[in-house]
């Protein structure tokens, strides 16, 4: 089955030493749920079909963060799977990602723990 149900979870990964995306008290800030200039969706992996290791690329720069999908179209966004060539897993979150929506994406987000810490 090739969609993204309102029970799926999403991870994002979020460059945690960059302090543009963390804050002090190690939540993310908005800037983690906004899209670039050059992006159509917000890239997402859909977690039932990865692993941590595929999803988070690079331990020593990214940390992983988890959405249920319900959560973004309940604020009227869409979840899509995209998949990629090199990760079947791969899904974009798209609408209109104003400051507001961002914002609450990133308070919704948890921290998913690292299996190898």
């Known amino acids: ?67 249920e999908a319900a959560f973004p179209r309940s604020l009227g966004l869409e979840c899509v799977h995209d998949p990629l060539p090199d990760n079947e897993a791969h899904a974009l979150i798209t609408g209109e990602f104003t400051d507001a929506v961002s914002r609450r994406l990133a308070r919704c987000a948890a921290l998913v723990p690292d299996p190898q810490q």
């Open 1 to 67: 089955m090739n969609r993204v149900d309102d029970t799926d979870k999403l991870l994002r990964h979020v460059p945690f030493t960059n302090p543009s995306y963390i804050k002090p008290d190690g939540s993310i800030t908005s800037l983690a749920f906004k899209l670039k200039k050059h992006e159509n969706g917000l890239s997402v992996d859909i977690e039932r079909r990865t692993t941590y290791d595929r999803s988070v690329l690079d331990r020593t720069r990214f940390r992983l963060y988890r959405l």
